[in-house]
């Protein structure tokens, strides 16, 4: 009997879930609200975990062609003081593939290969328990049935609702990014202070991370603490404006270190919220969440890890036990709960010693991770 499976979101954790499917034989309804593959910018790029991300790619059978894409320089990370002092300059090893960097969107088109995917399919609510299975409301005002829905969307998650209550919070950190492009030809000295990899700087209450892409290509992220409403008055589209807040914020930091932000071509506000540590929710027959849309947690490496190896352990529970769908979820839900709490912790922690009152914590905190 075929069972009519729908997962909300074209992210890598959705993207995983219905690759891992269609490698079993089951098809799988991809909703995404986006209209096109290409209808807005991918974002940066990823570090794809041993042991997470990468064994998703492995269960997806697409680790070979992960291998290749990817960029294990990428893994360097340099971290100095406000100053411009270089306090670490770590480099991976030869053949180190702990946690090579990808671009989203290679890593999008990998996962997405053959699958069929219902673009422009935005949802506004999920209605699990009705007569012919679980409902799906689109934005469009039409409506279609499931077996088995599974929330992908994200931090904002439309399927949320069908199975918990609780919404995200702001964690009082906010994140402002930018981007520079072309960066080796246009910016040399910062492509050099880049390196391969990453730079951060770590000041009080604030920091600023600059990773390279693909193509010249680098984000730019400064993060602070501050009220959830610090920028009302400011104007998103007033590029210069959002650059003279910035640069008010880390005033006096060194001047090659400010230069990733007077070289920014746009600023986008990201204020972080995230679900409680230990998010869990009563278990709905016919519904699931997985990735942010089921714990959401601090940006610091590993939702989309998180993610994608909940999409892929899901598809391999589900197309174990096709016939007992309510029992596949169970199982995978208490999986995924003992394992996203634990890295709830982390990151929860990690976050407060990254964004702190003392900026040795930072670094006290990147030397526990990753060791001289």
Same mark, same amino acid.
């Given at each position: ?10 992210? *890598? ?23 096109? *593959? ?62 090579? /960097? ?213 598809? /391999? ?16 839900e208490e999986r995924m709960w003992t394992r996203a709490g634990r890295w709830a912790e982390i990151t929860t922690a990690g976050l407060e010693r990254l964004v702190s009152p003392d900026p040795t914590e930072a670094l006290a905190h990147f030397d526990q991770v990753q060791p001289s």
């Amino acid at each position: 009997m075929r069972r009519r499976i729908a997962v909300v979101g074209g992210g *890598p954790g959705g993207l995983s879930f219905a690759r891992v499917l269609h490698r079993h034989g089951h098809p799988v309804a991809v909703l995404e609200r986006d209209p096109a *593959p290409d209808a807005r910018p991918p974002g940066g790029t990823l570090d794809l975990h041993e042991g997470l991300g990468q064994l998703a790619m492995d269960k997806a059978g697409l680790l070979a062609e992960f291998e290749a894409l990817s960029r294990p320089e990428g893994q360097a990370m340099r971290i100095l003081d406000t100053a411009g002092t270089v306090l670490r300059d770590w480099r991976p090893r030869p053949g180190d593939r702990a946690n090579p /960097e990808i671009d989203r969107g290679q890593l999008r088109d990998l996962l997405l290969g053959p699958l069929d995917v219902q673009w422009g399919r935005g949802v506004t609510r999920v209605v699990p328990g009705t007569r012919d299975g679980v409902r799906v409301h689109f934005a469009d005002g039409r409506q279609e049935a499931f077996d088995l829905v599974v929330g992908a969307d994200g931090a904002r998650s439309r399927v949320r609702p069908a199975v918990s209550p609780v919404t995200p919070h702001y964690t009082g950190v906010t994140t402002v990014e930018t981007s520079l492009d072309d960066v080796d030809t246009r910016h040399p000295d910062l492509a050099r202070l880049i390196g391969d990899g990453s730079v951060a700087v770590y000041g009080v209450n604030r920091s600023l991370v600059a990773q390279r892409s693909s193509g010249g290509h680098v984000k730019v992220y400064a993060r602070f603490r501050t009220p959830l409403d610090w920028h009302t008055n400011t104007d998103p589209t007033d590029v210069e404006a959002a650059r003279s807040t910035l640069l008010a914020l880390f005033d006096g930091w060194a001047a090659p270190v400010l230069d990733l932000l007077r070289h920014g071509t746009a600023f986008v506000s990201r204020p972080l919220h995230v679900l409680p540590v230990s998010h869990t929710w009563t278990h709905v027959p016919g519904v699931t969440l997985l990735g942010d849309a089921a714990h959401l947690m601090p940006p610091l490496g590993v939702g989309a890890n998180l993610a994608m190896l909940d999409g892929a352990e899901l598809a /391999e529970s589900v197309a174990a036990c096709p016939e007992d769908l309510d029992e596949a979820v169970r199982a995978f839900e208490e999986r995924m709960w003992t394992r996203a709490g634990r890295w709830a912790e982390i990151t929860t922690a990690g976050l407060e010693r990254l964004v702190s009152p003392d900026p040795t914590e930072a670094l006290a905190h990147f030397d526990q991770v990753q060791p001289s």
